[in-house]
C-alpha cells in the first residue's frame, strides 16, 4: 500500500471523527439560533432565520450518519462505499452554502425588520396582552426601555393614558421607580432594538463562521475520498506506482 493511500485513509478516518463531533456542534448551533429567534419572535415579523437554523441540523444529523458511512467505506476500500461517501459530502457542503447565504442575507434585513415590528408591538403595549408580555420580558432581560429609548414610549397609548409612566419593565430597581422620564436614574437608558439587532446579528455571525470552518473540512473529505479512489482503481487495473 504505497503512501498516498495511507495517508489519505488515515485522513479520511480523523475526518469521521471530527464529523460525528461536528455534527453535535451544528445540531447545537441550529437550536441556539431557533432558541434565539423563539426568544423574540414578537418583534419579528419574518421567519428567515429559522431556514438557516433547519438547514444546519439536517446537515448536523447527516454529519453523525456520514462519520459511520466514512469509516466503513475507508477500511473497506468499497468503491461504491466511497462514491456513496463523496456524494453526500458534496450534498452537506451544497446545505452549508445554502445555510451561509440564507444567513448572509437574513443579516441585512434584521434591522429593517426589527424596526417595523417592534414599533408595532410597543403600540399595543397595554400590561395584560401577549405583547405586553413580550415587552416586559424583553425590556427585563435586555435591559432595555422602549423601542430606540425610553423617551419612545411617549406617543404609545400606555404613556398617555398612565399618568405620563413607562412600564415598570422598564425600571432598574421596581421599588423607587415611578416610571417617570424625569427621573432617568432609576431607568434603563438603552433602546431595545439596537439590544436586539447586535444579539440576533451576533448569532448569525457566529453561526456562519462555524459553517465555513465545517465546509473546509469537508473540502479536505473530498479530496482524500478521491485520492483513495483514483488509487484503489489503478491498482485494481493493474497499475502501479513507479518508485525510482
Given at each position: ?22 455534527g ?69 457542503f ?16 434584521i ?94 455571525s457566529y ?26 482503481n ?11
Amino acid at each position: 500500500m504505497d503512501c498516498g493511500i495511507i495517508t489519505s485513509k488515515t485522513v479520511l478516518l480523523l475526518l469521521s471523527l471530527i464529523f460525528w463531533a461536528a455534527g453535535a456542534a451544528l445540531a447545537y448551533v441550529g437550536a441556539y439560533i431557533i432558541r434565539s429567534y423563539t426568544n423574540f419572535e414578537a418583534f419579528l415579523e419574518n421567519k428567515y432565520v429559522m431556514i438557516p437554523a433547519v438547514i444546519i441540523i439536517c446537515v448536523g444529523v447527516a454529519m453523525f450518519l456520514l462519520g459511520l458511512l466514512g469509516c466503513c467505506a475507508t477500511m473497506s476500500e468499497s468503491k461504491v462505499g466511497l462514491g456513496l461517501f463523496l456524494f453526500i459530502i458534496l450534498a452537506l457542503f451544497a446545505g452549508e452554502v445554502a445555510a451561509m447565504t440564507f444567513c448572509f442575507i437574513y443579516q441585512g434585513k434584521i434591522t429593517e425588520d426589527l424596526k417595523r415590528s417592534m414599533n408595532d408591538v410597543f403600540m399595543k403595549y397595554d400590561g395584560k396582552n401577549t405583547e405586553s408580555v413580550a415587552v416586559d420580558h424583553l425590556q427585563t432581560q435586555l435591559q432595555c426601555c422602549g423601542v430606540f429609548n425610553m423617551s419612545s414610549w411617549v406617543p404609545t397609548p400606555w404613556y398617555t393614558s398612565h399618568n405620563n409612566t413607562v412600564p415598570v419593565s422598564c425600571c432598574k430597581n421596581q421599588t423607587e421607580c415611578t416610571g417617570r422620564l424625569n427621573q432617568p436614574q432609576f431607568l434603563f437608558t438603552k433602546g431595545c432594538q439596537d439590544q436586539v439587532d447586535v444579539l440576533l446579528q451576533n448569532v448569525l455571525s457566529y453561526s456562519m463562521l462555524v459553517i465555513l470552518g465545517f465546509a473546509i473540512i469537508k473540502v479536505f473529505g473530498m479530496l482524500s475520498v478521491c485520492v483513495i479512489t483514483c488509487r484503489c482503481n489503478g491498482r485494481r487495473n493493474g497499475y502501479h506506482p513507479i518508485y525510482n
